[in-house]
C-alpha cells in the first residue's frame, strides 16, 4: 500500500461540481476524501482530529474561508491548508498567506497543478507560521489589478514575500507597474509600519547619488554646508525601493554592494558605520545581464539584488485584463471629477488589438483622454479608435515604438524597394541595410560604454579590432567619456 492511501483530504466548498471534480481526481490519486459544503462541517472535522491536508473555497454560505484559518491553525498548527477562490484578486491572495495558508489557488484551477501542490503539502515539514499583520487586517485597497494566469502567479509570489524580509528584483518594461509592486510589497509586509522611500537612480546626476542614498556630512564636498540624510537613513525600519537600478554609475554600485554585504554604511565624508534597518526593492527595465556582459554592471551586486526575481509582463502578454484595468481607470477618473463613461464590447475589443507600448500607464491615460474629451456616456470603437489611431502614429506619419525592430525594419524597406518601382535596379541592398543597422547600433553601444571600446566590443559580441575596423568603415567617430 502506498504513502498516499493513509493520507486524509478534507475538501470545504459550496459548488457541488468542484467538491465532486476534486473528490474524483484525489481519490484516483490514492488520497482518503471527505467533502463538504460548510465551514461548520469542515471546522468540526479539524477540531475531531480528522484530516491530513484541508482544501477550503473563501466564500461559503455560513462562514469566509480564510476567517477559519486562524482558527484552524491554532488548534492545529501543523495541518497545511490550500485556499481556492473565483475571487481572485491580490488581496485575496495576501490574506491568504498572512492567516498560514500554505498554498492559494485561484479558479478555475488546473488539476494537475492543484495535485502537485498537495504532494507538495503533504511531503514538507512544518514550519514557523507566519507573523499575522498586527491588527489581523488586510487592506482591502487593490493594488494590483488583473485576472490572468501572468498576474495571479505575481499575486502569490508577492503574498509569499509579505511574510520576509527578502530583497527583491523587479523587471518589466516601462508602464508595467514596477513600483506598485514595490509598494505593495511594503504595504502589505512585516515593515508596513515604517517609510516607504523610493529613489529613481535615473533621475539623479552621477556625482549626487552616492550622498543621495548615504548622506553626506558637512564639508564633504562644495556646497556641503550642512549634513544631508541620505535615504538609507530616512528609510529605517521600511523599504527602500532602488528604481531603475540599471542606471546606477559603477562608483554607488560597489558601495551599494558593501552595504548589503556588511549591512552598514557610511555617509560621504563620514567615518561612523550607520546599521542598514532597510529591506531593499530594486527595480529595472534594462537587460541587466546584458549590462553585466557590457561591464556596465556588477555581476557580484545582480545577484545580491536578484534574490527573489519578479517580472511584470508587459500588457500585450495579458489582454485578458484590459476589461478590468480599463474599469478600474475610468473608476479612478471619475473620482476625479471627470465624466463617468462606460465602454461598449467593441470599444473592448479595439483596445484588445492595440500594442501598448506604454503598458498600463498608457492605458490609464487613455481612459482618463477618453473621459475628459468625449461628452457621451457610452464610448464605442469609433471614440477608442480615433485616440488609439492618434497614439500610433508619429507626426511623420510613421507607426510608433510598439513596432517591433522586425516590422520596423520591414515597414522602411518595403517603403524603399517601392520608392524604386519606376525600375531603377537596387543594387547592394543587403550591404546597404547592413549599414543603416550598425550606424546606430554602435553609436549606442559606444554611448552607454562612455566611448570605451573595450567594453563595446564586448556588449556587441565583437572583437576588439573587427569594432575599430567597422567604425572607421562607418566613418563614426570615438569620443571617450560621451554621454
Known amino acids: 500500500m502506498s504513502e498516499t492511501t493513509t493520507r486524509s483530504i478534507l475538501i470545504a466548498d ?75 484578486t491580490f488581496t485575496t491572495a495576501v490574506k491568504a498567506a498572512q492567516r498560514g495558508a500554505f498554498e492559494y489557488l485561484p479558479k478555475p484551477f488546473d488539476l494537475k497543478e492543484l495535485l502537485a501542490v498537495v504532494e507538495r503539502a503533504l511531503a514538507k515539514p512544518a514550519e514557523a507560521l507566519p507573523e499575522e499583520p498586527s491588527d489581523g487586517s488586510v487592506p482591502e485597497k487593490l493594488p494590483l489589478i488583473g485576472r490572468s494566469p ?83 537613513e530616512q528609510a529605517a525600519g521600511g523599504t527602500l525601493f532602488l528604481d531603475e537600478i540599471g542606471d546606477m554609475p559603477p562608483e554607488a554600485q560597489t558601495r551599494l554592494l558593501r552595504v548589503l554585504q556588511e549591512g552598514e554604511f557610511t555617509t560621504v565624508g563620514g567615518r561612523t558605520p550607520i546599521k542598514a534597518n532597510v529591506r531593499i526593492v530594486a527595480a529595472t527595465h534594462r537587460d541587466l545581464r546584458a549590462s553585466i556582459r557590457g561591464g556596465l554592471f556588477r555581476e557580484d551586486l545582480f545577484y545580491r539584488l536578484n534574490v527573489v526575481p519578479i517580472r511584470l509582463p508587459p500588457l500585450r502578454e495579458r489582454v485578458e485584463d484590459i476589461p478590468l484595468l480599463a474599469r478600474h481607470f475610468l473608476d479612478r477618473a471619475k473620482a476625479s471629477g471627470l465624466p463617468l463613461k462606460q465602454l461598449s464590447p467593441s470599444a473592448i475589443e479595439r483596445l484588445k488589438r492595440h500594442g501598448w507600448p506604454g503598458n498600463a500607464r498608457e492605458l490609464e491615460n487613455l481612459m482618463r483622454r477618453l473621459a475628459a474629451l468625449y461628452p457621451q456616456e457610452s464610448l464605442d470603437e469609433a471614440q477608442v479608435g480615433a485616440e488609439l489611431a492618434e497614439a500610433e502614429v508619429a507626426p511623420d506619419g510613421a507607426p510608433r515604438s510598439q513596432e517591433t525592430l522586425e516590422q520596423a525594419v520591414e515597414r522602411h524597406l518595403k517603403a524603399f524597394v517601392a520608392a524604386h518601382k519606376d525600375g531603377v535596379p537596387v543594387r547592394d541592398l543587403h550591404e546597404r541595410v547592413m549599414a543603416e543597422v550598425e550606424r546606430p547600433l554602435l553609436r549606442l553601444a559606444l554611448s552607454a560604454t562612455r566611448g570605451n571600446q573595450i567594453k563595446a566590443a564586448s556588449m556587441l559580441g565583437l572583437n576588439r579590432n573587427t569594432l575599430r575596423k567597422k567604425l572607421r568603415e562607418l566613418d563614426l567617430p570615438v569620443v571617450r567619456g560621451i554621454s
Not at 491554532?74 to 497545511?80: D, N, W
Open 150 to 232: 501572468a498576474m495571479q502567479e505575481i499575486y502569490r509570489t508577492v503574498a509569499r514575500l509579505t511574510t520576509t524580509d527578502l530583497t527583491v528584483m523587479i523587471t518589466g518594461e516601462s508602464g508595467t507597474g514596477k513600483e506598485l509592486v514595490a509598494r505593495a510589497l511594503h504595504d502589505y509586509g512585516k515593515r508596513r509600519q515604517g517609510p516607504f522611500v523610493a529613489i529613481n537612480m535615473a533621475a539623479i546626476p552621477r556625482e549626487l547619488i552616492e550622498s543621495e542614498l548615504f548622506g553626506h556630512e558637512r564639508g564633504a564636498f562644495t556646497g556641503a554646508l550642512t549634513r544631508g540624510v541620505g535615504r538609507f
Open 14 to 88: 459550496d459548488d457541488r461540481a468542484i467538491r465532486t471534480v476534486l473528490s474524483q481526481a484525489l481519490s484516483r490519486a490514492g488520497y482518503t476524501v471527505r467533502a463538504t459544503s460548510s465551514a461548520s462541517t469542515l471546522w468540526r472535522w479539524v477540531e475531531d482530529g480528522e484530516g491530513d491536508l484541508v482544501i477550503t473555497d473563501v466564500v461559503m454560505p455560513d462562514e469566509n474561508g480564510l476567517d477559519l484559518l486562524p482558527r484552524i491553525k491554532r488548534v492545529r498548527p501543523e495541518l497545511r491548508v490550500l485556499v481556492m477562490s473565483a475571487q481572485s
